[in-house]
Nanobody, 126 residues
C-alpha cells in the first residue's frame, strides 16, 4: 500500500521558516513534489525533485530563492524548506509522487502525479 505522510506545517510569522516532510512508503517513485492550495484557489505547483534525472529540481517562480526541496534516499523522504514566508504562502501543502515520467513530462502539472498525501496546513501571519 502506497502512503505519503506529510508533517511539519504550522503557524508562523511573516519572515519565518518551516521544514515540511513527506515520508513515502510502498513503492519507489520517479519524481516527488509539493503543491499547495489556498481556500477558493486551484491547487498549484510549488516544487519537484526529479529522482530519475539525478535530483533535478524545479520551482514555481513565486517561491524560487525562498523554498528548497531535497530528498533523503535512505529514508525515502522528501523535504521542503520554506524560508522568508509571506502571508500569501498560507495554504494546505500537499506532497505528490509519480512512478512515471521522462524528459518530456510536465512535472509542474498536478495531473502528472498519481499519489497524494493528506496535506499539512501552513499559516503565515502578518
Amino acid at each position: 500500500q502506497v502512503q505519503l505522510v506529510e508533517s511539519g506545517g504550522g503557524l508562523v510569522q511573516a519572515g519565518g521558516s518551516l521544514r515540511l516532510s513527506c515520508a513515502a512508503s510502498g513503492r519507489t517513485f520517479n519524481a516527488m513534489g509539493w503543491f499547495r492550495q489556498a481556500p477558493g484557489k486551484e491547487r498549484e505547483f510549488v516544487a519537484v525533485i526529479i529522482i530519475w534525472s539525478g535530483g533535478t529540481t524545479l520551482y514555481a517562480d513565486s517561491v524560487k530563492g525562498r523554498f528548497t526541496i531535497s530528498r533523503d534516499n535512505a529514508k525515502n523522504t522528501v523535504y521542503l524548506q520554506v524560508n522568508s514566508l509571506k502571508p500569501e504562502d498560507s495554504a494546505v501543502y500537499y506532497c505528490a509522487a509519480t512512478p512515471k515520467g521522462n524528459a518530456y513530462s510536465n512535472y509542474r502539472s498536478k495531473f502528472m502525479y498519481d499519489y497524494w498525501g493528506q496535506g499539512t496546513q501552513v499559516t503565515v501571519s502578518s
